[in-house]
């Protein structure tokens, strides 16, 4: 079954929104990493004022919902501000669903992040559709049925 969540994007400040959104609306955050957290070879370098950023959290709110975040800004998302820090995020059950999906999505717009294996075991990439809504499209093996 695909899913369909909101991944939220913050610039400094994605710990304390997620702290925030738990005291709202309880549970436990399912994951929480840090950009210091990333393998070295994953292939990006943080600067050292940013490596306690968060690099992904969620928080399961009801059933299969969640809302995800990280921090991003700088070398991250260069064109960030308030009002386009999020993205669309869908969970697929197969990478060909994720294929078809991603090349349906990203037909006249941006791939910011090409579909591909991650160093987090999802097959995940980012796109921008042609109307500007961000995008985050991924299918986990471990996950599978």
């Known amino acids: 079954m695909t899913t369909v969540n909101v991944y939220l ?15 709202v609306f309880g549970g436990e955050f399912s994951y929480m990493g840090r950009f210091r957290d990333m393998p070295a070879d994953a292939g990006a370098s943080v600067p050292p004022e940013e490596a306690d950023r968060i690099m992904h959290v969620s928080l399961p709110i009801g059933g299969d919902t969640m809302i995800m975040g990280s921090d991003t800004g700088g070398e991250w998302a260069p064109s960030w501000k308030a009002g386009n820090n999020f993205s669309i995020s869908v969970n697929t059950d197969n990478r060909q669903e994720a294929d078809r999906i991603f090349g349906g999505l990203s037909q006249g717009g941006e791939v910011t992040m090409p579909l591909g294996p991650t160093f987090w075991g999802d ?14 499209v ?4 471990q996950n599978k049925g």
């Open 138 to 141: 991924s299918f986990n093996e």
């Open 9 to 23: 994007n913050f610039d400094g400040r994605c710990e304390e929104a997620f702290l925030h959104y738990r005291s």
């Open 123 to 136: 097959y995940f990439g980012m796109c921008t559709d042609r109307f500007g809504i961000n995008w985050m």
